[in-house]
């Protein structure tokens, strides 16, 4: 099996779908190469197709006014881009810049919306998609509106095992500094509240790896978002 074959199966779009389905959807897409800082879309552009990362690792973000960066997705092989744009019609809603040198492939959307026409298992597919990444901006906004850092960090870490499928050691894919950027918070406050967490015997950290020691603890402080002083 080829890379490209092998991210179709088992990606969140088309996953499930049989293999004359995905031969079709081969056919439309198009390679796309990014060197590592190379920017896929800006905020704004118009939403002409979406992008499968088949290699490497893409940023989602906004800026604010003030020129802040916010980071909505990282997004890994297996993940889409820009797909909801795509069916509602819309330009971009974020900027989308490679972070890795990445190989994605990219679907237009007219060709896209003909071979989903008469495709109601990939409709289908498509609609859970939509409604996790709902549920993604959902838990984002939550914690951002209402809750202190470590109520943040500890909802995120809790999201990831869950995403990984890990009931108590995640791996953590982008930098310390995605990640504060991800919690809407600094470095520093990120480095002081994970070794709180570490003193508090909620966690252990070796390198990219994080141990969840104390999962019904994280839940708590998740649930309430309260500091942990």
Known sequence: MTKVHD?????QLFEGLPEYHLEEIRKISVDKYFN?????FFDGDE??????????????YKVSPEGKEQILHIVKEGETIGAVPVFSGKSFPANARAISKSRLLFFPR????????????????????????????TIQIEN?????????????LLYLSEEQVSENVIKL??????L???LGTGPESLSRTLGEMKVRKLIEVEGQ???LVDRVGLEELAEYGKSMK
Request: proline residues 3%; glycine residues 8%.
């Open 7 to 11: 991210i179709l199966l088992t990606s």
């Open 47 to 60: 939403g002409n197709g979406f992008y499968l990362v088949v290699e490497g690792t893409v940023n989602v």
């Open 36 to 40: 590592k800082g190379e920017f896929i």
């Open 180 to 182: 504060a950027n991800i």
């Open 110 to 137: 007219g060709k896209f919306i003909n071979l989903i026409t008469n495709n109601p298992s990939l409709t289908m597919n498509i609609l859970a998609l939509l409604s996790m990444r709902l549920r993604e901006f």
């Open 144 to 156: 951002l509106s209402l809750k202190e850092i470590p109520g943040r960090l500890a909802a995120y």
């Open 173 to 178: 894919n982008i930098s310390k500094l995605q």
């Open 209 to 211: 790896y994080i141990m």
